[in-house]
């Protein structure tokens, strides 16, 4: 999962940005209007935590631009206390929750996870797979109830894909939910944590499907398709 901090205070974007990477996500960052606008605008996020008072361009002109041009990720905007009305105005430019600052990094994970889990259709953050269970809240994943060891960016493959379950998942789509824009991507890679995935949750889980991409399975279920 890929998330974008727009906020123009470097601290606190710097603890945004940290916290959000111990918890798992690839996550970009902007400092000004213009450049958040822009990333939003170009980059396929997960969810984005959209600060109102920026440089260049305001918070809320730059959500009211996103929705204009069809951009459907999950926003969560911070605003200054006690100010109900920047509430209303973010709802109205097409918000999805709000939080104020100052808050707990806690909370603000536990609603990113919410926003995150509630666009691709899940209602908790454990999905289980036919005895595959991910777990996003803790970054685990089990088989059959058994821990499995991942890396921090294996979690982030399997992650999107458990997400996105059933679902033919390319090469490309995968590489924009699992690097932040700064890594050096290379689509050939994918093919490898594929493999090393398949070792590790059991080969039949994730089906290959030709030319298009791979698809996380219940092997219990054969939902049809092609199979390499
Ligand atoms: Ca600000």
Redesign the pocket.
Same mark, same amino acid.
């Given at each position: 999962m890929r998330i974008l901090i727009v906020?123009? %205070?470097p601290d606190l974007g710097r603890q945004l940005s940290e916290a959000l990477g111990d918890a798992g996500y690839a996550v970009d960052k902007a400092t000004d209007g213009e450049e958040g606008h822009f990333l939003g605008d170009t980059e396929p996020y997960d969810a984005v935590v959209l %600060? /109102?008072? /920026?440089p260049v361009i305001d918070g809320i002109s730059i959500l009211q631009k996103w929705r204009a041009d069809g951009k459907d990720f999950p926003v969560l905007i911070l605003t200054a206390r006690d100010q109900w009305s920047e509430k209303v105005a973010g709802f109205d430019a097409g918000a999805d929750d709000y939080l104020t600052k100052p808050f707990h990094t806690e909370e603000l994970l536990a609603r990113l996870r919410a926003l995150v889990r509630r666009a691709a259709g899940h209602t908790t953050d454990t999905i289980d797979i036919g005895g595959l269970t991910v777990d996003n809240r803790a970054g685990r994943a089990f088989v059959d109830g058994s821990p499995i060891k991942l890396t921090s960016h294996e979690f982030r493959l399997l992650s999107y894909m458990a997400m996105h379950v059933d679902k033919v998942i390319s090469r490309t789509e995968l590489v924009e939910h699992i690097y932040d824009q700064d890594f050096d991507r290379d689509s050939n890679t994918i093919e490898v944590f594929i493999g090393r995935l398949r070792r590790k949750i059991g080969v039949n889980r994730i089906e290959t499907v030709r030319g298009l991409g791979y698809r996380l399975v219940d092997p219990e279920e054969d939902p049809g398709g092609e199979k390499t």
């Open positions: 906020e123009d %205070d %600060d /109102l008072g /920026l």
